[in-house]
């Protein structure tokens, strides 16, 4: 069997696997989707979020790329950004990253890799800002590891800095920001940060909102 029609044959029987418990599922999942939590997550194929979390359909929108960036030039991450946060009007955000990221070790790395070189280049800053720590971790794999997780603080500091997130927490107090890294080796998930809305901000990045635009 081609691997392709192996995945059209799990649908289904996913499809009736939902419909034997609950008759009304997909019509119901198709009215509309409220979910609470924006994912922001590596695009991995081992860290699929709805399956680590165990979550269902219409529980966590989902936004996933190379190392879990927060890129303010990245036009998709910002619209998903937006739409979760004006729209969906989502109470957490989740950053999650995960040790062994290839993405993170790329970045470690001198190799060049054509497009993604340019990508790297945040990872690349956050290691030089914080290289002793990464050099004190010890070998390779755990420099990686380290920066994995000062990679995903970073991305953190990236939402504060951002004005949809700002407004929404001077309008609504919300959403609370968390930073989460997934082991591969055992399947577990760890809570690293936390921001609450209305943390501080330093100045030069706070936005004037007393406006409308």
């Known amino acids: 069997m081609d691997s392709y029609r192996r995945l059209l044959e799990a649908n289904r029987a996913w499809v009736d696997q939902k419909l034997a418990f609950s008759p009304n599922f997909f ?21 699929p979020a709805e399956e680590i979390t165990g979550t269902q359909p219409g529980e966590v929108f989902a936004h996933r790329n190379i190392a879990n960036l ?9 619209s998903v950004l937006a739409f979760a946060v004006d729209y969906l009007k989502v109470k957490h955000i989740i950053v999650c990253g995960h040790y062994g990221c290839g993405g993170i070790k790329a970045a470690l790395s001198k190799h060049r890799y054509g497009v993604l070189d340019d990508w790297l280049r945040q990872i690349k800053d956050t290691y030089y800002l914080n290289q002793d720590e990464v050099r004190d971790a010890g ?3 755990a420099q990686a590891d380290k920066l994995v997780e000062l990679n995903i603080h970073e991305q953190l500091r990236n939402l504060v800095k951002s004005k949809i997130i700002q407004k929404a927490w001077q309008e609504e107090r919300r959403p609370t920001l968390h930073g ?3 082991s591969l080796n055992d399947g577990l998930l760890h809570s690293l940060y ?9 100045r030069i990045y706070q936005f004037d909102l007393s406006n409308p635009e």
């Open 27 to 47: 019509k119901d999942l198709a009215k509309e989707q409220k979910p609470e939590f924006l994912w922001i997550g590596c695009s991995d194929s081992r860290v």
């Open 139 to 141: 070998n390779f794999d």
């Open 70 to 78: 927060v890129n303010p030039t990245d036009l998709n991450l910002q």
């Open 194 to 202: 936390k921001i609450q809305p209305g943390a501080p901000i330093h």
């Open 180 to 182: 989460w890294v997934y």
